[in-house]
C-alpha cells in the first residue's frame, strides 16, 4: 500500500503540474492527498513493529520526523520556489514520492511481499478443493 500511495502521490503532483486546467489540477492534487493519506499511518505501524526499539520509542521518532518534514518542507519548498520556480520546486516533491514507493518495501509487514512471492504464498496457504 505505502507503493500504491507513493505512486498516486507522484501521478497527481504530475498532473496538477502538467494541466492548467483548473478541474483537472485539482483532480490531480485530490490524488496526492489520497496517496500521502495511506503513507504516514502505515508508516508509523511499521515503526511500531521495529524489532530494534520498543515500539513507543519508534513510533516517537517516526513521528518526530514526520513532523519535522511538515514544518521545514513547506519553507524548503518556498525557498526553491523562490530561486527556480514553483513547478520545479513541487517536481522534487514528485521525485521524493517516487522514491517512498521506491523504497516501500522497508515498511512492507508481509514477509513474502517483499521477495515478490505473495501470490504465491496465496495459492500455498489457501484452502484445496478435491
Known amino acids: 500500500m505505502v507503493r500504491l500511495g507513493g505512486l498516486v502521490a507522484a501521478i497527481g503532483l504530475t498532473i496538477a503540474l502538467v494541466f492548467i486546467w483548473v478541474p483537472i489540477a485539482i483532480l490531480g492534487f485530490a490524488l496526492v492527498g489520497a496517496g500521502f493519506s495511506v503513507v504516514f499511518p502505515l508508516t508509523l505501524s511499521a515503526a511500531g513493529r521495529a524489532s530494534k526499539l520498543a ?3 519508534a513510533i516517537a521518532a517516526v513521528a518526530t520526523c514526520g513532523y519535522v518534514g511538515s514544518f521545514a518542507g513547506p519553507s524548503l ?3 526553491a520556489a523562490d530561486a527556480i520556480s514553483l513547478r520545479i520546486a513541487l517536481g522534487f516533491v514528485v521525485v521524493l514520492s517516487l522514491l517512498a514507493a521506491a523504497f516501500a518495501h522497508a515498511v512492507s509487514n508481509d514477509k513474502h511481499a517483499e521477495k515478490g512471492q505473495a501470490l504465491k504464498a496465496i495459492e ?3 484452502p484445496s478443493i478435491q
Open 55 to 57: 515500539p513507543g520509542t
Open 77 to 79: 519548498i518556498g525557498f
Open 124 to 126: 500455498c496457504s489457501g
